[in-house]
Nanobody, 127 residues
Framework: QVQLVESGGGSVQAGGSLRLSCAASGYTYSTNYMGWFRQAPGKEREGVAGLYTGGSSTYYADSVKGRFTISQDNAKNTLYLQMNSLKPEETAMYYC????????????????????WGQGTQVTVSS
């Protein structure tokens, strides 16, 4: 089992920044990919960014490219999402997830591939 705990959410004005953290514990060696997802009320969960834990590959949704950065600190077993130039439409619950599957550029954003999920952290962007 892998436990994931997100933190760092909050309220920010449009154009502002937040950094989300996801602390992982348990059998983290069993995971190959980690990702950040978000879900706004009444909308489907969508992949925001993904990362291959065994290398340097990162993936982003087109809507966040150039503004969001996913990274990991292996020593701390922590995943991060730096979010800059935030927009009101990005208000959502943000989730950290981990997958045992060997994903890639064509599948990292599929929530069905992820085995473990955190409880989420709320991000609210006001205009």
């Amino acid at each position: 089992q892998v436990q994931l705990v997100e933190s760092g959410g909050g309220s920010v004005q449009a154009g502002g920044s937040l950094r989300l953290s996801c602390a992982a514990s348990g059998y983290t060696y069993s995971t190959n990919y980690m990702g950040w997802f978000r879900q706004a009320p009444g909308k489907e969960r969508e992949g925001v960014a993904g990362l291959y834990t065994g290398g340097s590959s990162t993936y982003y949704a087109d809507s966040v490219k150039g503004r969001f950065t996913i990274s990991q600190d292996n020593a701390k077993n922590t995943l991060y999402l730096q979010m800059n130039s935030l927009k009101p439409e990005e208000t959502a619950m943000y989730y950290c997830a981990a997958s045992r599957a060997k994903l890639g550029g064509g599948s990292w954003y599929g929530s069905r591939w992820y085995n473990y999920w955190g409880q989420g952290t709320q991000v609210t962007v006001s205009s």
